[in-house]
């Protein structure tokens, strides 16, 4: 018996760790259901046997009758990349891309940053950068700095930006092989990493005056809050029966 309460409180223990980290991830994802370009942050669980043990040793026979099974769980992040829908804002400067690729940004120590938010807007020194502040770049890497006087942009389905009739570069995107491999940061950005297999689209579609909402359902993400709340309260209180139990238990030994 003893064995047998000690596997049942860790195998609720663990679904606990396990439900706490799913309800992180769906309050990440309800939080950042209204940032353009969010990705939807999963949590995946599988489960692997862990023996079993024979919660009766002075039985003559050994059988499923005397024995318990573990079964461990294991939990895997990650990020689903499905397109969420584009909405038309008729910003000048605002941009989705249909189909596959990421936007290049610019940190301020040179390093790029990837992202389907393409919310952008002019600063002050008429360079084009995201709505974070980072600069976007051109497929020659270089940043996008727009003319004086009158600020209407138009962009063409390749990327490339006109204004007042001239080119001021094509937006560079870009495409990962392996987007499981990408780290994700808060505001709907990317790190890229060697493993991603980065490669750039060479005929990107772009549409101006739109860009892409986050692929989270937010009644979906809700619904699962509830699930997980149950889940957690039918462990909690397996816990405490074997609690309750262990401590007769103990009483009855003296």
Do not use: C
């Not at 989705?96 to 938010?117: K, P, V």
């Not at 962009?155 to 937006?171: E, S």
């Not at 005929?203 to 101006?208: D, F, G, T, V």
């Amino acid at each position: 018996m003893g064995a047998s309460m000690n596997i049942g409180l860790y195998q609720s223990a663990a679904s606990l760790s396990a439900l706490e980290k799913w309800q992180d991830a769906v309050s990440q994802n309800i939080t950042s259901s209204q940032t353009s370009g969010y990705r939807k942050r999963t949590v995946e669980f599988s489960s692997e046997a862990a023996g079993s043990w024979n919660i009766n040793p002075d039985a003559r026979n050994s059988g499923p009758e005397n024995e318990v099974q573990a079964v461990f769980t294991h939990i895997n992040n990650g990020i689903n990349f499905q397109t969420g829908e584009t909405q038309s804002t008729r910003g000048n400067l605002d941009v989705a891309i249909q189909g596959d690729g990421f936007f290049e940004l610019q940190q301020g120590d040179g390093s790029r940053m990837y992202t389907r938010n393409g919310e952008f807007r002019m600063r002050p020194d008429r360079t084009l950068v995201s709505s974070g502040g980072l600069e976007v770049l051109t497929d020659g890497g270089n940043p996008i700095v727009l003319l004086p006087g009158d600020p209407t942009v138009n962009i063409n389905r390749d990327g490339t930006i006109f204004q007042n009739g001239t080119a001021l570069g094509k937006l560079s995107i870009q495409r990962f092989a392996n987007t499981a491999a990408l780290i994700p940061l808060a505001g709907a950005m990317f790190l890229d990493q060697p493993s991603a297999g980065m490669s750039k689209v060479d005929a990107p579609e772009l549409m101006q005056g739109y860009v892409e909402q986050s692929n989270v359902q937010p009644l979906r993400e809700m619904v699962d809050l509830v699930l997980i709340s149950r889940a957690y309260e039918a462990n909690q209180k397996i816990i405490t029966t074997v609690d309750q139990q262990m401590q007769k238990t103990l009483d009855a030994l003296g």
